[in-house]
């Protein structure tokens, strides 16, 4: 694994840019996000790591460490300023390349989300990054790992949110100029959970669900089987009272026999919700999303930063099941069958009730077994 420590930072510099902050804040741990710079963006030592788009053998930076960072800056005389930085998560490099070598080909980062960083009374991280090479420079750039005690280990997720929403500042949610001012939405994902039986059926427990990653897409996805039941925890927390809104959940109703839209009102300044989903039975493994969003008017003079996140996910048919459905299909007819088969040869089969036996006894247990571990 790579030490190297790479720092992406997004910024107010458009509406979109805070969004993409926000969503790093948001996305449950493992979900890959998606940043990209301009070449001319990042210092020398990261930009001559990056291979090429194509070139397999180049992987220097697959697997390093990443610190995601929103900056709040101001453009005065055409030049950007920075005045306060603060990083948010860490984060596993996935996949990096860019697409040429010129300043205006583009450098693509796909990384993991992971821990959050602990905003512990005293810590002041614009200060302490005020002194590196890149302030003021770069947006992607290779420097030195924070202190272990700035990043919450993953048991302290919540309180580390909560801290970083209370620390990031309101008036640093606005356009470069400052003509326009934003409303941020704090959002924590938590991610799927399911109830699983154990090996006694009348046992359950808590199973939560994390993302894989595909390759091939650079993306992450949840994995899920068809006719069961899940259910999307999430929770918000703002500094202080916010405006009414609603966070709405988002499925296939073509997929999910639960509703369409799952709608929750929010006017508290912390809330814990959930969802449920309850995938159909399927003909063939498919792929969808579920869409996390929030919907805020304009509170107070300023345009809201609503979320729109995309949950990619993928549910499977549960094939042993199907298998064992097939079988008790198949031992009903052997008994069924044999019954009809000894009536018409009257008394020259003498052993026909063996088969009866079996292919009943299959058929039950069959019909037992999906009973208890899928459809009860």
Same mark, same amino acid.
């Given at each position: 694994m790579n030490d190297e420590i790479i720092y992406l930072v997004s910024s107010n510099a458009s509406k979109e840019y805070m969004l993409d902050a926000l969503e790093v804040l948001s996305l449950p741990f493992g979900m890959v996000q998606h940043f990209r710079y301009q070449l001319r963006w990042l210092d020398e030592g990261l930009k001559k790591k990056l291979p090429i788009k194509g070139e397999t053998e180049k992987k220097d930076l697959k697997n390093s460490k990443v610190i995601i960072c929103?900056?709040?800056?101001?453009?005065? $005389?055409? *030049?950007? =300023?920075? +005045?306060?930085?603060?990083?948010l998560r860490t984060g596993i490099l996935m996949e990096a390349f860019k697409t040429g070598t010129e300043d205006n080909d583009i450098a693509h980062?796909?990384?993991?989300?992971?821990?959050?960083?602990?905003? =512990?009374?005293?810590?002041? +991280? /614009?200060?302490?990054?005020? $002194?590196?090479?890149?302030?003021?420079?770069?947006?992607?750039?290779?420097?030195?790992?924070? *202190?272990e005690d700035k990043v919450a280990p993953q048991e302290k997720s919540y309180s580390a949110f909560n801290k970083i929403c209370e620390s990031l500042k309101k008036e640093h949610f606005k356009s470069p100029? &400052? $003509?326009?001012?934003?409303?941020?939405?704090?959002?924590?994902?938590?991610?799927? =959970? @399911?109830?699983?039986?154990?090996? /006694?059926?009348?046992?359950?427990?808590? =199973?939560? !669900?994390?993302?894989?990653?595909?390759?091939?897409?650079?993306?992450?996805?949840?994995? !899920?089987? *068809? &006719?069961?039941?899940?259910?999307? *925890?999430? %929770? @918000?927390? +703002? #500094?202080?009272? #916010?405006?009414? +809104?609603?966070?709405i959940v988002k499925s296939d109703e073509k997929l999910f026999s639960s509703p369409p839209e799952c709608k929750v009102k929010i006017?508290? %300044?912390?809330?814990?919700?959930?969802?449920?989903?309850?995938?159909?039975?399927?003909? %063939?493994?498919?792929?969808?999303?579920?869409?996390?969003? /929030?919907?805020?008017?304009?509170?107070?003079?300023?345009?809201?930063?609503?979320?729109?996140?995309?949950?990619?996910?993928?549910?499977?048919r549960k094939l042993l099941f199907r298998a064992i459905e097939v079988l008790g299909d198949i031992g009903f007819g052997v008994g069924t069958g044999s019954i009809a088969l000894a009536k018409m040869l009257e008394g020259k089969w003498n052993w026909w009730y063996w088969p009866v036996i079996v292919g009943y006894g299959i058929w039950m247990i069959s019909k037992l077994l999906l009973k208890l571990l899928w459809r009860g």
């Open positions: 929103y900056l709040y800056q101001q453009k005065q $005389d055409n *030049e950007w =300023k920075w +005045f306060e930085i603060y990083p980062f796909y990384f993991k989300v992971d821990k959050y960083i602990y905003y =512990k009374e005293g810590f002041n +991280f /614009t200060n302490d990054m005020k $002194d590196w090479e890149s302030w003021n420079k770069h947006y992607a750039f290779l420097e030195r790992n924070l *202190e100029k &400052g $003509d326009e001012d934003y409303y941020p939405i704090f959002g924590f994902i938590d991610g799927l =959970k @399911t109830i699983k039986r154990s090996w /006694t059926p009348w046992r359950k427990y808590e =199973k939560k !669900i994390f993302p894989k990653y595909d390759p091939l897409l650079y993306k992450s996805y949840y994995e !899920i089987s *068809e &006719g069961s039941c899940y259910s999307l *925890e999430f %929770r @918000t927390y +703002f #500094p202080e009272n #916010p405006p009414e +809104f609603q966070v006017s508290s %300044r912390y809330t814990e919700e959930n969802c449920m989903l309850i995938s159909r039975e399927l003909e %063939r493994d498919v792929y969808t999303s579920l869409s996390f969003e /929030t919907a805020c008017k304009n509170f107070d003079g300023k345009k809201p930063l609503n979320l729109y996140i995309s949950l990619p996910v993928k549910i499977k």
